[in-house]
């Protein structure tokens, strides 16, 4: 990682079928995410049916995978931040690894009734 080397890592935030994320500390003293991909490594076998990262290749790794997922997702992350979408904010990545700011919040899935679903709808969409 090019700046803020994370010197500790936290607790498991997110678990999904694609990656692992934990809250982290970097040098500075400021909490991070990292979110580290682990595409097609035990649950996400189907990967090399539902993604272009192979290009016809028939030999891979999980960790390959990975690796090209991060930077697709990093490469991502920056050019909507870089336009003004609330995203975090993009720090850096290594090999299957991404490191973002922290945004204090809750996943969609805790919130059990919105107010006006409407509204956040659309906001969401602007």
């Known amino acids: 990682m090019k700046r803020g080397h994370i010197k500790s890592i936290g607790i498991k935030i997110g678990v999904g079928k694609e990656s692992d994320i934990y809250l982290c500390h970097n040098n500075e003293g400021e909490t991070v995410v990292v979110k580290f991909a682990r595409l097609g490594r035990t649950s996400f076998r189907t990967v090399k049916d ?3 990262y192979l290009k016809g290749r028939s030999n891979y790794s ?9 930077l697709k997702e990093f490469a991502f992350m920056k050019a909507l931040y870089n336009h003004g979408f609330p995203t975090p904010v993009p720090i850096d990545s290594s090999r299957h690894a991404i490191v973002m700011s922290h945004i204090k919040g ?5 919130i059990k ?3 006006h679903p409407k509204q956040v709808y659309e906001t969401l969409l602007e």
Do not use: H, K, M, V
């Open 113 to 115: 009734e919105l107010g």
């Open 50 to 52: 539902n993604r272009d």
């Open 62 to 70: 999980w960790l390959y995978l990975s690796r090209i997922a991060s």
């Open 106 to 110: 809750y996943p969609l899935t805790q």
